[in-house]
């Protein structure tokens, strides 16, 4: 089992810039692809960036593509989310979750955190 906990949502104006961060625990860390996926209030949870266990594949929703940058760091268990030129349709609670490869789609993921909320103001 892996745990994971997401860390550094709040609250930015649109425009701003916020670095998310997820820390795993339970396993080996390397060994496992990462996702970063949101949910809105009434939506569904949607893709938002992928990477490969050696940070060779890298993935991006189109509506975040030139914004955010997904990266790792495997020596500190850690995956962060780089958010920049925030909108206010950025809003959402952010999950981080593990899965065998990386993929856009949630049913490829296996363990999942609790999320960390995003309020990007107009």
């Known amino acids: 089992q892996v745990q994971l906990v997401e860390s550094g949502g709040g609250l930015v104006q649109a425009g701003g810039s916020l670095r998310l961060s997820c820390v795993g625990s339970?396993?080996?860390?390397?060994?496992?692809?990462m996702g970063w996926f949101r949910q809105a209030p009434g939506k569904e949870r949607e893709f938002v960036a992928t990477?490969?266990?050696?940070?060779?594949?890298?993935d991006y929703a189109d509506s975040v593509k030139g914004r955010f940058t997904i990266s790792r760091d495997n020596a500190k268990n850690t995956v962060y989310l780089q958010m920049n030129s925030l909108k206010p349709e950025d809003t959402a609670v952010y999950f981080c979750?593990?899965?065998?490869?990386?993929?856009?789609?949630?049913?490829?993921?296996?363990?999942w955190g609790q999320g960390t909320q995003v309020t990007v103001s107009s």
């Open positions: 979750a593990v899965g065998a490869i990386p993929s856009v789609r949630t049913q490829r993921y296996v363990y």
């Open positions: 339970g396993r080996t860390f390397s060994d496992y692809a």
């Open positions: 990477i490969s266990q050696t940070s060779i594949s890298l």
